[in-house]
């Protein structure tokens, strides 16, 4: 069985603007995965949109409680790490810097071993006025190819760094 993002009441799927569900399946263990999520500063190793990511508040790695800020699609953002269980679940809150609608994201990733690797499943929720009237109506489905995009290079990036580590 496959697990889910265990959402927050205020953004569960059911009362969000936008949401997006991505999967994949990969041919490497969660520990590997795992190290690639939680090394945010540098993500854009192997998905070169996320090249401005900075972790505010001194750690290395993201843990539970990591606050970072990031430029996503020339939007600042500054973000929250609310779970972090290693190897199976990380999560994050998002808010948009100068944004003074309220509006808000939350962005989880759900690690399931398998019999050749992992199961990677990526959701996120978008609420409010910027969500809906930038991503929702000037590029709709724009955060479901993002992420595809994102955690299919992941994965390829994983199965990289499990062959390089065999060797």
Request: glycine share 6%; with cysteine.
């Amino acid at each position: 069985m496959i697990d889910k993002v265990i959402w927050p009441e205020r953004y569960h799927p059911g009362i969000s603007s936008i949401y997006a569900l991505n999967d994949i399946d990969v041919n490497a263990p969660p520990e590997v995965v795992w190290k690639l999520l939680v090394d945010a500063a540098h993500w854009s190793n192997y998905f070169p949109p996320e090249d401005q990511v900075n972790i505010l508040s001194g750690e290395s790695e993201l843990r539970l409680g990591t606050r970072f800020h990031r430029v996503t699609v020339g939007y600042p953002m500054s973000l929250t790490v609310t779970e972090c269980i290693p190897n199976h679940r990380l999560a994050w809150e998002t808010t948009v810097d100068a944004d003074d609608t309220g509006s808000s994201a939350y962005h989880g990733w759900v690690i399931t071993p398998t019999e050749k690797g992992c199961h990677v499943l990526t959701e996120e929720t978008q609420q409010g006025e910027f969500f809906l009237d930038v991503i929702g109506h000037e590029y709709p489905g724009a955060l479901y190819r993002y992420h595809q995009d994102w955690i299919e290079r992941l994965a390829r990036a994983a199965e990289t760094a499990l062959t390089e580590s065999e060797q």
